[in-house]
């Protein structure tokens, strides 16, 4: 406990020193946020010196081994600096599929050869990576996929398209399903890495209700992948036909960064922010309250599910009851601020509003019961895989 207490404080005082005050106020939007990749563009110098500082230290991926980047630090003392930063609110230096989705996949699946070459860059920040999993017939029973590679020698000629790849038009690579089988639905899909500069791969961008979307339908026509990408480096993740295993297990991470959104990423009550409101709505006041209460349930909640993911103790469907319960809470705290707002909330574009945020945010969370898998599909997991209840 003394270690870890003097980690603490160490860690405080490390972030007070180098996290600029630029990088401790709330992005104003998505494109104030790093994602870096090879055509990143930084709003300001501090967001370009917050992501250096974190990548050099080891801390985009704090509790990644440092031989790949990482930060080295244990379940106990990555949690501790998450405390810190969010107490201080310091920005996240990197937000990154290659973080919360393909680097987890690569740690447990990945050849040696393929996580010293792909996992430092996606710590740094140097590779922007989008998810080429859903398509168009083939969203909640994702093993019917239908994108197609077949093996030309030196490498695969894929075809086909997904959809709701979400960034695929500012990716740089991305990790992608192909059907490399058709005889075996479930033990002929592989997992790949490819270059999204390839000839043959475009994207299109899908608008959603909110005016605005990270969504895009991507298309692969005579895409060639290479086998290898240097000595050792395959382009194919886990065993050739077996990326299902992969897939599957990159779906649980998957669904555990989108149940963080529940936790609205710190521990501010969403009732403090309303205060005016409150006072002379009484019922949105004790709707707040209950809001609130189950925020801070579901932050302890996490934290526990978080501390069980890590270290292998966890059911593995726990990530479906978690992306569920946290988009639907997300949703209800969009409610509720839509609620506060009262018709002011509506409005759609003015520089008061900020171009209509809390509209536009309130309807692109209607999409958070369909991406990451179905709610319906979730709470079918649930019943089944954690209850065990009977199937109908």
């Known amino acids: 406990m003394t270690d870890l207490e003097t980690f603490r ?115 740094r920040g140097e590779i922007r990576w989008c998810q080429g999993y859903s398509e168009p017939g083939s969203g909640s029973d994702l093993v019917s996929l239908q994108t197609f590679g077949e093996d030309k020698g030196d490498h695969y000629e894929v075809n086909g398209s997904k959809i709701w790849t979400s960034y695929a038009d500012k990716a740089d690579w991305i990790f992608c399903l192909v ?101 002379s709505e009484p019922v949105l006041r004790a709707q707040m309250a209950l809001f609130d209460v189950d925020g801070l349930a579901f932050r302890s909640h996490s934290e526990r599910f978080m501390d069980e993911w890590k270290s292998g103790t966890g059911h593995p469907a726990y990530s479906n009851l978690m992306k569920y319960i946290g988009t639907e809470l997300n949703k209800s705290r969009h409610e509720l601020v839509m609620a506060m707002g009262g018709s002011d909330a509506l409005e759609w574009e003015s520089e008061a509003s900020k171009g209509g945020s809390k509209a536009r945010n309130w309807l692109r969370t209607k999409a958070n019961s369909i991406e990451g898998g179905t709610s319906e599909v979730m709470l079918n997991v649930v019943s089944k895989r954690i209850l065990e209840m009977p199937g109908g």
């Open 9 to 123: 404080s160490e860690t405080r005082a490390w972030l007070e020193e180098n996290c600029p005050a630029e990088m401790r106020k709330p992005a104003r939007g998505d494109d104030d946020i790093c994602w870096g990749g090879r055509n990143v563009v930084f709003q300001s110098d501090a967001q370009k010196q917050w992501l250096e500082v974190m990548a050099e230290r080891g801390w985009t991926v704090p509790d990644w081994p440092t031989e790949y980047g990482g930060g080295g630090l244990s379940r106990q003392e990555a949690k501790i600096l998450r405390t810190e930063m969010a107490k201080m609110k310091c920005r996240s230096p990197l937000n990154s599929f290659g973080i919360w989705m393909l680097g987890p996949a690569l740690l447990k699946f990945g050849t040696e050869e393929q996580k010293k070459h792909f996992l430092p860059q996606i710590a």
């Open 179 to 279: 059907r490399t089988n058709k005889e075996d639905k479930y033990q002929g899909i592989s997992f790949m890495l490819y270059d999204m500069t390839n000839e043959g791969v475009t994207t299109k961008p899908i608008l959603l209700i909110s005016g605005a979307s990270p969504f895009c339908e991507t298309f692969f026509d005579d895409v060639k992948v290479p086998k290898s990408y240097g000595e050792g480096i395959s382009s194919v993740v886990g065993e050739f036909n077996r990326g299902w295993d992969v897939a599957k297990y990159l779906l649980g991470h998957e669904r555990e960064m989108i149940s963080g959104m529940g936790g609205d990423g710190g521990t501010a009550s969403l009732g403090a922010g309303f205060k005016d409101v409150m006072a």
